[in-house]
T-cell receptor, first 112, second 116 residues
Framework: AQSVTQLDSHVSVSEGTPVLLRCNYSSSYSPSLFWYVQHPNKGLQLLLKYTSAATLVKGINGFEAEFKKSETSFHLTKPSAHMSDAAEYFCVVTRTGNQFYFGTGTSLTVIP | EPEVTQTPSHQVTQMGQEVILRCVPISNHLYFYWYRQILGQKVEFLVSFYNNEISEKSEIFDDQFSVERPDGSNFTLKIRSTKLEDSAMYFC??????????????FGSGTRLTVV
């Protein structure tokens, strides 16, 4: 069975401070992992993906995530939050086939 | 940047009515998907579609649901005899290659369906 758990439903940070959005996964086999972002009234946009290559994955807009097999984690980070980062973030796992398994999402608020 | 377009953005329908949710995938994509998100719950896979056939579907996708690619550009999800519990955000997605392992999908902005 495959699933992801996003540990925080809501995260609030000040502009210019680091962002950490936590995700733990459960997968019987080597998974592929993704982070998607959804801005208000927009589609789900792919931020970054891990597909068994480098464990530190760099994505768009300065985000990155590190795959840690020993901790079954794939946390999303950014060194310095920007106002435009305020959005809903989804951690997604899959192994094969056509199905994505989504986490429940983390709402990021950036305080000016 | 190419986008997946979904219409309408919000639809309200009475219980028992039929609704059709429309999607225009990216033009060179061949694989199409529907997902839904009930308020407060996870985004769930409904169905994948390739070469005018359903390639995979979840247990949610029962006889009440059907998908169609009526022409070269549109991809539709039909829900017959809607129920209150069908109220959700429905996302369409498309991809150039099959399966997600090495590729992310491109998702649309969703259609919020409200059944009253």
């Amino acid at each position: 069975a495959q699933s992801v758990t996003q540990l925080d439903s809501h995260v609030s940070v000040s502009e210019g401070t680091p962002v950490l959005l936590r995700c733990n996964y459960s997968s019987s086999y080597s998974p592929s992992l993704f982070w998607y972002v959804q801005h208000p009234n927009k589609g789900l946009q792919l931020l970054l993906k891990y597909t068994s290559a480098a464990t530190l994955v760099k994505g768009i807009n300065g985000f990155e995530a590190e795959f840690k097999k020993s901790e079954t984690s794939f946390h999303l980070t950014k060194p310095s939050a920007h106002m435009s980062d305020a959005a809903e973030y989804f951690c997604v796992v899959t192994r094969t086939g056509n199905q994505f398994y989504f986490g429940t999402g983390t709402s990021l608020t950036v305080i000016p | 940047e190419p986008e997946v377009t979904q219409t309408p953005s919000h639809q309200v329908t009475q219980m028992g009515q039929e609704v059709i949710l429309r999607c225009v995938p990216i033009s060179n994509h061949l694989y199409f998907y529907w997902y839904r998100q009930i308020l407060g719950q996870k985004v769930e896979f409904l169905v994948s579609f390739y070469n005018n056939e359903i390639s995979e579907k979840s247990e949610i996708f029962d006889d009440q649901f059907s998908v169609e690619r009526p022409d070269g550009s549109n991809f539709t999800l039909k829900i017959r005899s809607t129920k209150l519990e069908d109220s959700a955000m429905y996302f369409c997605a498309s991809s150039e290659f099959p399966g997600p392992p090495n590729y992310g999908y491109t998702f649309g902005s969703g259609t919020r369906l409200t059944v009253v």
